[in-house]
């Protein structure tokens, strides 16, 4: 039967007006202008749950595979289908990390050749060796032609802590991934070993007992930016802990991080306890905050004085379904087969595109497929449901070279034809470890991962401490 596309015509009611606030709309906001959407239906041809993970999974490598950054193999910061040569010899250094574990899924699974993947992995972590490094840190930023920083502001054109924590979470795996491997592996393995080792966790204290997220050789530490929880920078203590060459102290965790126990949570959210207070907001955060810190930490049985892990990240990903669900403001398209709110690319008041962290206080219409997909382990039934809600009924509207769009929203009838590496990059490694723990495994067999946490007063369940 020749497959066929209908399109229907859906009149709103034209008692429309604009809303006073696109950045924290309320229930009792209305929508900005009069809308007539041409919502386009794909016939809906029925796919597996395995089928349908593998694609996704594939189709997010392809990020990291065939539309890397082409000197220096690591991850674009952006590609845009509308522009592909838009920024296109900037490197993202988290984003970069986030590939490197997304291409060992690929390998894994048998979506890239093995031998090949050696070979530019080599490559990119060779890149790393001759970039520029600040203490040991990579910038935000780097040229892929020349391995300089590219300044992610004034201030910003040194070393970026946070972003080079995710680099080294990466890195970590790919070593352990290889180390008994091959020759040509092995010696990837020790260039992934030496990287990481060269970073001056210790540096970036400031003799104090917290970590600062940026140094400049310009600017010093002008920005003064305390890492302090709760979001997504979980993995820079922990891996500041477990640094055989350069660890912080147990005391910067617990007074930088924790805030001296303040970073504990009564509260609750859909009648789920936060177990965290989350910066900047009485709700919970963007969903990257449970995807970040936790591609290679594994939550599960995961526990320290503060939290259980599990239950942080799991609630974290229902109150955001939860509320996706109810959906107090009145989005159309909202529904358990349609949710995700995190930070990425948005749609601006005016119909352009912009840029936005969104969550339940910070709710535009927009729908990020980050945010469910990279949700797998937590909350795999609806995750799913989103996963086939793209791919069956939505595939040729929201799927695109690299897999799902980085944002949508059916409101406003609205795309954005781009990608992100950070929302692409923890597709594959999530559903991988929803699938078969491989990235936890990985991560969490570091010797030096488990020491550092035993360290800082973690146990685990799932493995063994």
């Not at 993970?53 to 910061?77: C, G, H, M, P």
């Not at 210790?202 to 940026?214: P, Q, R, S």
Request: proline letters at 5%; charged letters at 15%; glycine letters at 8%.
């Amino acid at each position: 039967m020749t497959s066929m596309k209908y399109s229907f015509l859906f009149i709103i009611i034209p008692f429309l007006v604009s809303c006073t606030s696109c950045s924290k709309p309320s229930a009792s906001d209305l929508v900005e202008t009069p809308i007539v959407p041409i919502i386009t239906i794909d016939p809906i041809t029925p796919i597996s749950d395995t089928d349908a993970l593998d694609l996704v999974q594939k189709d997010a490598i392809k990020y990291f595979w065939e539309y890397a950054e082409t000197n220096s193999k690591l991850a674009r910061e952006r590609y845009h289908c509308d522009d592909p040569g838009n920024d296109a010899n900037i490197v993202t250094t988290g984003g970069s990390g986030f590939g490197l574990m997304s291409i060992i899924v690929g390998v894994e699974r048998g979506f890239v050749p093995r031998a090949e993947a050696v070979a530019r992995l080599t490559t990119a972590l060779t890149f790393l060796e001759n970039a520029d490094r600040f203490h040991g840190a990579w910038s935000h930023w780097i040229n892929g032609t020349t391995g300089h920083v590219i300044p992610f502001g004034t201030k910003d054109n040194g070393g970026d802590l946070v972003e080079t924590s995710f680099l080294c979470q990466g890195l970590l795996t790919v070593r352990e991934y290889f180390q008994n491997g091959t020759t040509s592996e092995q010696t990837l393995a020790t260039k992934a070993d030496l990287l990481w080792k060269g970073v001056e966790w210790d540096w970036y204290t400031k003799g104090e007992n917290a970590l600062y997220w940026h140094w400049s050789p310009n600017y010093g530490w002008d920005m003064n930016l305390k890492i302090e929880g709760y979001n997504e920078c979980l993995i820079t203590y922990v891996l500041g802990m477990s640094s055989p060459t350069h660890p912080i102290t147990a005391a910067c965790y617990n007074q930088g991080w924790a805030r001296n126990g303040a970073i504990v949570s009564s509260g609750t959210s859909y009648n789920l306890p936060k177990v965290f207070n989350y910066n900047g907001t009485n709700t919970v955060g963007p969903l990257f905050w449970a995807h970040y810190s936790y591609l290679g930490l594994d939550p599960r049985g995961l526990s320290d004085q503060y939290a259980n892990y599990w239950t942080l990240t799991q609630n974290h990903a229902k109150i955001c379904l939860n509320y996706c669900v109810a959906n107090p403001i009145g989005w159309t398209g909202y529904s358990d087969k349609c949710w995700g709110l995190t930070a990425s690319y948005s749609r601006d008041s005016n119909g352009a595109t912009g840029y936005s962290a969104h969550q339940p206080n910070n709710d535009r219409g927009v729908i990020s497929p980050t945010a469910a997909l990279s949700s797998f382990p937590y909350t795999p039934i609806e995750s799913m449901k989103f996963l086939k809600y793209l791919y069956q009924e939505h595939r040729a509207r929201y799927v695109g070279v690299a897999g799902p769009y980085d944002a949508f929203s059916p409101h406003y009838n609205w795309k954005t034809p781009r990608y992100l590496a950070i929302d692409q990059g923890t597709i594959a490694p999530m559903i991988e470890n929803y699938r078969t723990g491989l990235c936890w495994n990985l991560f969490m067999q570091a010797p030096e991962v488990k020491v550092g946490l035993q360290a800082l007063g973690f146990s685990s369940t799932q493995h063994g401490f």
